[in-house]
């Protein structure tokens, strides 16, 4: 039963990488680079260290973040943005990673470029303090 879950999420994503096309966010595209050292939960993606190209796009009223790997055979990824707001005073790009017991998990991307801060769902905490790091993001525009 589990790996037929696994087997229908993936394919999921697979169908969802096709039909959302990333579109015109912010006036222009939005999209960067990145580097994970370690592996995150981003969502219910399990996304594993590597290089990532990331690109900001819409379905609907929903935005999106599609994660391409930049290695030969690395994985791709589709995770839905859950509130966006303007950026912190920072003129830096950065990746919010939450640290817990159970993982590392993707809370924020802030792009100050693109004016916008990206939030992600994060699950609650179960009675552990968590502690967030930023993580510098190399941003490249078309």
């Known amino acids: 039963m589990n790996s037929i879950r696994k087997f229908a999420y993936a394919a999921l994503l697979a169908l969802s990488t096709l039909n959302f ?39 609907g009223q929903a935005g999106i973040v599609a994660l391409q790997s930049l290695d030969d ?8 943005i859950t509130r966006m707001e303007a950026p912190r005073a920072s003129d830096r790009s950065q ?30 905490e179960t009675g552990e303090v968590a502690q967030t790091s930023a993580v510098p993001v190399a941003i490249s525009s078309r």
Do not use: C, M
């Not at 939005?30 to 050292?37: D, E, K, M």
């Not at 055979?73 to 839905?80: E, I, S, T």
């Open 73 to 80: 055979k690395g994985p791709n990824f589709v995770v839905l």
């Open 95 to 124: 990746l919010f990673v939450v640290s817990r017991a159970d993982g590392r998990f993707v809370s924020a991307l802030q792009l100050p470029e693109f004016g916008t801060t990206l939030h992600f769902a994060v699950p609650p």
């Open 21 to 59: 096309a990333p579109t015109l966010v912010f006036g222009q595209e939005a999209a960067g680079t990145f580097t994970l050292s370690h592996e995150v939960h981003w969502q219910k993606a399990i996304v594993p260290a590597g290089k990532y190209r990331f690109t900001i796009g819409s379905s």
